[in-house]
């Protein structure tokens, strides 16, 4: 079964670092998303992406964070300089249109030092 | 307006049991309504969901109850297992672009054996 994968699993980073989060969605999907969740705490939409631009972003998504897909394969979420808040669990997650389910990776846990 | 509030936030269930968890919504926008299922340090997987127009949808052992008027819907899982310990979380999308989950707050679900 496809599924969505995400690189890597554990990242660890100094404040004010940039790092990147790379996601490959299921191959034949076109809607692609970004979710945080702090520990402990519920799933937060950050960014949906189509069509190879941003359709919607929460007030999380700010000045800091962009997206992109380099490829016809990756999708990233890169966040310039990272804070000690930036510290959550981030989610991929993709869906063949906007009607069907969104499928979530396994996460990368980010931890800003 | 955007908010799904969840309850209860811990459920504790014999083995056997009926588990039970309640979400309920304010925006009248939301037509989709998924249940996610998420084991420790992994991405939320979907187990099961429901649009407006059916009360019931049930699939093995999950049931999800909806009641429009009263912008509520609920979880039941019937038999309940130790393997079915995990965290679950109720989330609805709205019509319009992007379609971004709105998660609940959680339901942290403990079946002994």
């Known amino acids: 079964e496809p599924e969505v994968t995400q690189t890597p699993s554990h990242q660890v980073t100094q404040m004010g670092q940039e790092v990147i989060l790379r996601c490959v969605p299921i191959?034949?999907?076109?809607?692609f998303y970004w979710y945080r969740q702090i520990l402990g705490q519920k799933v937060e939409f950050l960014v949906s992406f189509y069509n190879n631009e941003i359709s919607e972003k929460s007030e999380i998504f700010d000045d800091q964070f962009s997206v992109e897909r380099p490829d016809g394969s990756n999708f990233t979420l890169k966040i310039r300089s990272t804070k000690l808040e930036d510290s959550a669990m981030y989610f991929c997650a993709s869906s063949r249109t906007e009607q069907e389910t969104q499928y979530f990776g396994p996460g990368t846990r980010l931890l800003v030092l | 307006q955007q908010q799904v509030k969840q309850s209860p936030q811990s459920l504790i269930v014999q083995k056997g049991g009926i588990s039970i968890i309640n979400c309920a919504y304010e925006n009248t926008a939301f037509d989709y309504f998924p249940w996610y299922q998420q084991f420790p340090g992994k991405g939320p997987a979907l187990l099961i969901a429901?649009?407006?127009?059916?009360s019931e949808k049930k699939e093995g052992r999950f049931t999800i109850s909806f009641n429009k008027s009263a912008k509520q819907f609920s979880l039941h899982i019937m038999d309940s297992q130790p393997g079915d310990s995990a965290t679950y979380f109720c989330a609805a999308i709205g019509r319009g672009s992007a379609r971004q989950l709105t998660f609940g707050s959680g339901t942290q679900l403990t079946v002994l054996p």
């Open positions: 429901i649009r407006p127009d059916v």
């Open positions: 191959s034949n999907h076109l809607y």
